[in-house]
Protein backbone atom coordinates (compact mmCIF):
# COMPACT_ATOMS: atom_id res chain seq x y z
CA UNK A 1 0.00 0.00 0.00
CA UNK A 2 2.93 2.57 0.82
CA UNK A 3 4.83 1.61 -2.54
CA UNK A 4 1.28 2.24 -3.98
CA UNK A 5 0.79 5.92 -2.96
CA UNK A 6 4.44 6.55 -2.98
CA UNK A 7 3.49 5.97 -6.82
CA UNK A 8 0.82 8.00 -6.97
CA UNK A 9 2.61 11.04 -5.16
CA UNK A 10 5.10 10.45 -7.86
CA UNK A 11 3.13 10.95 -10.61
CA UNK A 12 2.89 14.33 -12.71
CA UNK A 13 0.66 13.17 -15.41
CA UNK A 14 -2.64 14.36 -13.72
CA UNK A 15 -0.76 18.12 -13.01
CA UNK A 16 0.14 18.43 -16.45
CA UNK A 17 -2.95 17.54 -17.95
CA UNK A 18 -4.49 20.45 -15.30
CA UNK A 19 -2.05 22.90 -16.21
CA UNK A 20 -2.72 22.53 -20.49
CA UNK A 21 -6.48 22.34 -19.28
CA UNK A 22 -5.93 25.92 -17.55
CA UNK A 23 -3.54 27.27 -20.39
CA UNK A 24 -6.63 26.18 -22.95
CA UNK A 25 -9.06 28.07 -20.68
CA UNK A 26 -7.10 31.12 -20.74
CA UNK A 27 -6.14 31.26 -24.73
CA UNK A 28 -10.52 30.57 -24.82
CA UNK A 29 -11.07 33.49 -22.69
CA UNK A 30 -8.37 36.00 -24.58
CA UNK A 31 -9.94 34.72 -28.29
CA UNK A 32 -13.62 35.31 -26.46
CA UNK A 33 -12.41 38.55 -25.35
CA UNK A 34 -11.10 39.74 -28.30
CA UNK A 35 -13.99 38.69 -30.26
CA UNK A 36 -16.18 40.33 -28.57
CA UNK A 37 -14.14 43.95 -28.68
CA UNK A 38 -13.58 43.19 -32.31
CA UNK A 39 -17.28 42.97 -32.58
CA UNK A 40 -18.18 45.82 -30.86
CA UNK A 41 -15.88 47.95 -33.37
CA UNK A 42 -17.80 46.86 -36.18
CA UNK A 43 -20.83 47.24 -34.98
CA UNK A 44 -20.30 50.83 -34.16
CA UNK A 45 -18.88 50.78 -38.01
CA UNK A 46 -22.01 49.71 -39.24
CA UNK A 47 -24.16 51.79 -37.33
CA UNK A 48 -22.02 54.56 -38.33
CA UNK A 49 -22.96 53.50 -41.96
CA UNK A 50 -26.36 53.50 -41.58
CA UNK A 51 -26.99 56.60 -40.15
CA UNK A 52 -24.82 58.48 -43.42
CA UNK A 53 -28.27 56.29 -45.22
CA UNK A 54 -30.60 57.93 -43.21
Same mark, same amino acid.
Given at each position: ?? !? &? /??? /?? !?? =?? *? $??? #??? *? &?? $? =? &? #????? #??????? =???? &? *? /? /?????? *???
Amino acid at each position: MK !A &L /FLD /FA !AD =GR *G $ATA #IEY *G &LV $A =G &L #ISMTI #IIWAQQI =GQSV &L *G /F /FESVQA *GFN
